[in-house]
């Protein structure tokens, strides 16, 4: 039912059911007519949800068009029904309606699947046998081939999965032939729409935009979907084609079952990591070798988050045991960075591991949203089609990583600069890369990422101040988060003056303001992000990794100053590196509606990277004794500590 009613609203909408059911039948009236029952309670419902869905929005809108509207089942007349609930010609079966030709827009309901498995005994089971499924398809199948033979020379026709026949959600079939909304025929390949972006991927929505756009109706506002369009050829033939497509399905199913248990485990290692390195530090436990060891697995554990995302140049997905495939092939990705990171004679200074996983980081994002943002679909840190938050861009935990990694990666090369020398030349390739960086995040045609800007502003900017040694006041921080907001303003109104088709969801949320409905859009990101604070994992590795970073890398340790503080006094930049990253995660999680996950993700790249910048600076630090070596008991005579991260 919410299929239908979603495609009836060009909204995402629903009904006060908790599970599945097949729509009840129309009351049918002598003229051939139909009303929908229990209409004026769905209505009611969605339009009191936080989306706000109009029931009736597409009906009404092909109505106000002078267009006729025919429905062929139960479905189908949610889904045709104008804003009063009725269907001007309504039959059981589309051999009831006669003449398709008489009609503008013509809804058939083709449930042999869903009625299916909802006839098994007793409760739905988790899937079809094959053979009742098979049964289903054949007479699915039969039934689309009677609209298509029933259908007018020269018409347009849609074929869209609207509901699921198992527990577990999957992607749905989608097809068009005829005439696009351009005018110019669909072509064989696969389709898109602007709303995704991405190959073979159209969302429900985009059905309500699609029937709009082929009868040159205007498309009212409050459906958020774009039309659909031909987006180039599938190579290999119809065979290759489907088994592309069902790869894509099995990626999104997989990625839902193992996304929980994935993040249990990264919690779990991280939390056992953050004590196991206390120990080396606090308790001189294990000696140079168990340090040095820590600072290998501390880059690694740095790398871990990039390799989430570069783990989808593997189908793991498609392996026996996913679970440990994709563990298996992100440690595999991370080994690699670590490999990387001390391949070179970078690995000797402070900064240096830190600075090639950062800066691989940075790069390897910034190079995916520029290129299509591949690497995040069905990424166990991105976003998954079936759930539909998400399709393009920068999604919430990948700006998380890569504006940490952009940071610290830019304190890195700024203090090998510097030593270099040549402060000038660093400051501006910070302010340059920077601002290239700031400007992916951003721009619609790359990341699209509307409250990553302001954040990733704050944070950049707390950079550069501490950079080029001005003071952090509260005057500047209120400056920088304005230019922030005006910035990704300005983004979004120029995202809203292009054609509504091309909009993505910056220019939407402008056509939103203009319309007075922004507020609830606002009430459930809040809504949404203090949620989160309910995800205790991800809320304990948060506070985990700070504790660890106060309480442990901040305190003076027992043989002088402490490790970071040394850090601090062989590579002064990185402070400003890491108080621009805290910055950007705790501003991110206050504008973003993933909240807790900001500053998880952010914390998870910065804090071992500066824990392996910590173990170089404590071992190759010229007034203090390394651990091992002193007698026990003994100490030597501590530095001055720079200050830590609470100053």
Same mark, same amino acid.
């Not at 304190?411 to 030593?419: D, K, N, P, S």
């Not at 292009?498 to 809504?527: M, N, Y």
């Given at each position: 039912?919410?299929?239908?009613?979603?495609?009836?609203?060009?909204?995402?909408?629903?009904?006060?059911?908790?599970?599945?059911?097949?729509?009840?039948?129309?009351?049918?009236?002598?003229?051939?007519?139909?009303?929908?029952?229990?209409?004026?309670?769905?209505?009611?419902?969605?339009?009191?949800?936080?989306?706000?869905?109009?029931?009736?929005?597409?009906?009404?809108?092909?109505?106000?068009?002078?267009?006729?509207?025919?429905?062929?089942?139960?479905?189908?007349?949610?889904?045709?029904?104008?804003?009063?609930?009725?269907?001007?010609?309504?039959?059981?079966?589309?051999?009831?309606?006669?003449?398709?030709?008489?009609?503008?827009?013509?809804?058939?309901?083709?449930?042999?699947?869903?009625?299916?498995?909802?006839?098994?005994?007793?409760?739905?089971?988790?899937?079809?046998?094959?053979?009742?499924?098979?049964?289903?398809?054949?007479?699915?199948?039969?039934?689309?081939?009677?609209?298509?033979?029933?259908?007018?020379?020269?018409?347009?026709?849609?074929?869209?999965?609207?509901?699921?026949?198992?527990?577990?959600?999957?992607?749905?079939?989608?097809?068009?032939?005829?005439?696009?909304?351009?005018?110019?025929?669909?072509?064989?390949?696969?389709?898109?729409?602007?709303?995704?972006?991405?190959?073979?991927?159209?969302?429900?929505?985009?059905?309500?935009?699609?029937?709009?756009?082929?009868?040159?109706?205007?498309?009212?506002?409050?459906?958020?979907?774009?039309?659909?369009?031909?987006?180039?050829?599938?190579?290999?033939?119809?065979?290759?084609?489907?088994?592309?497509?069902?790869?894509?399905?099995?990626?999104?199913?997989?990625?839902?079952?193992?996304?929980?248990?994935?993040?249990?485990?990264?919690?779990?290692?991280?939390?056992?990591?953050?004590? =196991? #390195?206390?120990? +080396?530090?606090?308790?001189?436990?294990? @000696?140079? %070798? &168990? *340090? $040095?060891?820590?600072?290998? !697995? /501390?880059?690694?554990?740095?790398?871990?988050?990039?390799?989430?995302?570069?783990?989808?140049?593997?189908?793991?997905?498609?392996?026996?045991?996913?679970?440990?495939?994709?563990?298996?092939?992100?440690?595999?990705?991370?080994?690699?960075?670590?490999?990387?990171?001390?391949?070179?004679?970078?690995?000797?200074?402070?900064?240096?591991?830190?600075?090639?996983?950062?800066?691989?980081?940075?790069?390897?994002?910034?190079?995916?949203?520029?290129?299509?943002?591949?690497?995040?679909?069905?990424?166990?840190?991105?976003?998954?089609?079936?759930?539909?938050?998400?399709?393009?861009?920068?999604?919430?935990?990948?700006?998380?990583?890569?504006?940490?990694?952009?940071?610290?990666? =830019? #304190?890195?090369? +700024?203090?090998?600069?510097?030593?270099? @020398?040549? %402060? &000038? *030349? $660093?400051?501006?390739?910070? !302010? /340059?890369?920077?601002?290239?960086?700031?400007?992916?995040?951003?721009?619609?045609?790359w990341g699209a990422d509307f409250g990553g800007v302001p954040a990733f502003v704050l944070g950049y900017a707390v950079f550069l101040m501490l950079l080029s040694g001005r003071r952090v006041t509260a005057g500047k921080l209120a400056i920088a988060g304005a230019a922030g907001a005006v910035l990704v303003g300005a983004i979004a109104v120029a995202d809203w003056l292009r054609p509504?088709?091309?909009?993505?969801?910056?220019?939407?949320?402008?056509?939103?303001?203009?319309?007075?409905?922004?507020?609830?859009?606002?009430?459930?990101?809040?809504?949404?992000?203090?949620?989160?604070?309910?995800?205790?994992?991800?809320?304990?590795?948060?506070?985990? #990794?700070?504790?660890?970073?106060?309480?442990?890398?901040?305190?003076?340790?027992?043989?002088?100053?402490?490790?970071?503080?040394?850090?601090?006094?062989?590579?002064?930049?990185?402070?400003?590196?890491?108080?621009?990253?805290?910055?950007?995660?705790?501003?991110?999680?206050?504008?973003?509606?993933?909240?807790?996950?900001?500053?998880?993700?952010?914390?998870?790249?910065?804090?071992?990277?500066?824990?392996?910048?910590?173990?170089?600076?404590?071992?190759?630090?010229?007034?203090?004794?390394?651990?091992?070596?002193?007698?026990?008991?003994?100490?030597?005579?501590?530095?001055?500590?720079?200050?830590?991260?609470?100053?």
């Amino acid at each position: 039912m919410a299929g239908w009613l979603t495609v009836s609203a060009g909204q995402r909408a629903g009904s006060a059911d908790a599970d599945c059911v097949l729509p009840a039948a129309p009351r049918a009236d002598a003229d051939g007519s139909a009303s929908v029952p229990g209409w004026e309670g769905l209505a009611s419902y969605n339009a009191a949800t936080s989306y706000r869905a109009a029931l009736g929005l597409l009906g009404q809108a092909v109505r106000d068009a002078g267009g006729s509207v025919a429905a062929a089942g139960p479905g189908a007349a949610l889904a045709a029904a104008d804003r009063s609930g009725r269907v001007a010609a309504y039959a059981g079966g589309v051999e009831g309606l006669g003449d398709l030709s008489r009609h503008a827009l013509v809804v058939v309901d083709v449930d042999d699947l869903a009625r299916a498995w909802l006839a098994t005994a007793g409760a739905p089971p988790p899937e079809l046998t094959p053979q009742a499924r098979a049964q289903a398809v054949a007479n699915a199948d039969r039934r689309v081939g009677e609209v298509l033979s029933r259908a007018p020379a020269g018409a347009t026709v849609l074929v869209a999965g609207l509901s699921d026949v198992s527990a577990a959600a999957h992607l749905h079939v989608a097809a068009a032939r005829g005439p696009s909304p351009g005018g110019e025929p669909f072509r064989r390949g696969h389709l898109t729409a602007t709303s995704t972006r991405q190959d073979a991927l159209v969302t429900v929505t985009d059905v309500t935009a699609t029937v709009l756009g082929v009868l040159g109706a205007p498309v009212p506002r409050g459906a958020v979907g774009r039309p659909w369009v031909s987006d180039g050829d599938a190579p290999g033939g119809v065979a290759a084609t489907v088994a592309e497509l069902a790869d894509a399905d099995l990626a999104s199913r997989v990625l839902v079952r193992v996304r929980a248990p994935f993040f249990a485990v990264l919690v779990a290692v991280q939390v056992l990591f953050y004590g =196991l #390195a206390a120990l +080396a530090f606090r308790r001189r436990w294990g @000696g140079v %070798r &168990v *340090l $040095a060891a820590t600072r290998v !697995a /501390a880059v690694a554990a740095g790398a871990v988050a990039v390799s989430t995302f570069l783990a989808q140049l593997v189908p793991w997905w498609s392996s026996p045991w996913p679970m440990a495939a994709l563990v298996v092939t992100i440690a595999g990705f991370a080994g690699a960075l670590t490999g990387l990171a001390f391949a070179g004679p970078w690995r000797s200074h402070v900064l240096g591991p830190l600075t090639v996983v950062a800066g691989v980081t940075s790069l390897a994002l910034l190079a995916d949203v520029m290129t299509g943002s591949r690497l995040q679909v069905n990424a166990v840190t991105g976003y998954e089609p079936v759930t539909g938050g998400r399709f393009y861009g920068f999604g919430n935990i990948a700006f998380a990583v890569y504006a940490t990694g952009t940071i610290l990666a =830019l #304190a890195g090369v +700024a203090q090998m600069l510097i030593e270099r @020398g040549r %402060r &000038v *030349l $660093a400051l501006a390739v910070c !302010a /340059a890369y920077g601002l290239l960086a700031i400007f992916a995040d951003g721009w619609p045609g790359w990341g699209a990422d509307f409250g990553g800007v302001p954040a990733f502003v704050l944070g950049y900017a707390v950079f550069l101040m501490l950079l080029s040694g001005r003071r952090v006041t509260a005057g500047k921080l209120a400056i920088a988060g304005a230019a922030g907001a005006v910035l990704v303003g300005a983004i979004a109104v120029a995202d809203w003056l292009r054609p509504s088709a091309g909009r993505t969801h910056l220019g939407a949320f402008v056509q939103q303001v203009v319309d007075g409905q922004a507020v609830p859009v606002v009430t459930r990101k809040i809504g949404a992000m203090l949620g989160t604070l309910g995800n205790w994992q991800l809320t304990v590795l948060s506070l985990v #990794a700070l504790a660890f970073l106060y309480l442990v890398l901040a305190r003076p340790s027992r043989w002088g100053a402490s490790a970071l503080g040394l850090a601090y006094a062989q590579a002064p930049v990185l402070r400003a590196g890491l108080f621009g990253v805290l910055t950007t995660a705790l501003a991110g999680f206050l504008v973003n509606d993933s909240g807790i996950a900001i500053p998880a993700m952010a914390l998870t790249v910065a804090v071992p990277l500066t824990l392996a910048a910590s173990i170089r600076a404590l071992r190759t630090a010229p007034t203090t004794p390394e651990p091992p070596s002193a007698p026990a008991g003994s100490t030597a005579p501590p530095d001055p500590a720079p200050p830590s991260p609470a100053s």
